[in-house]
């Protein structure tokens, strides 16, 4: 992110317009919520997880415990409980 000067961006009248609410400040301008990506989606985090969950419960019916599992995935109990009865629901 970089600063940029209002008046090099924005046409005089809105310019005029936000120097009634601010002025000499440095405001942040969120991008739209249309544009915005959700968690995980830019840096692949979020299908790591999904493998990683896949996999829990592919151990889990083929046979692993849930304590075998905890260790393995260094998760607490209710996290790979409900990694489980989520795949299950899919």
């Known amino acids: 992110m970089s600063y940029k000067n209002g008046k090099d961006i924005f046409p005089p009248s809105l310019l005029m317009q ?4 601010v002025q ?3 405001v942040y301008i969120p991008k739209k919520d249309k544009t915005r990506a959700g968690w995980g989606e830019n840096n692949g985090a979020r ?3 999904e493998r990683r969950n896949k996999e829990i419960y592919r151990q889990y019916r083929n046979g692993s415990t849930i304590v075998e599992l905890i260790q393995r995935y260094h998760l607490s109990e209710d996290s790979i409980r409900k990694i489980i009865v989520k ?3 899919a």
């Open 87 to 89: 795949s299950r629901q």
């Open 24 to 26: 000499g400040e440095i």
């Open 47 to 49: 299908i790591l997880l």
């Open 18 to 21: 936000l120097q009634e609410y």
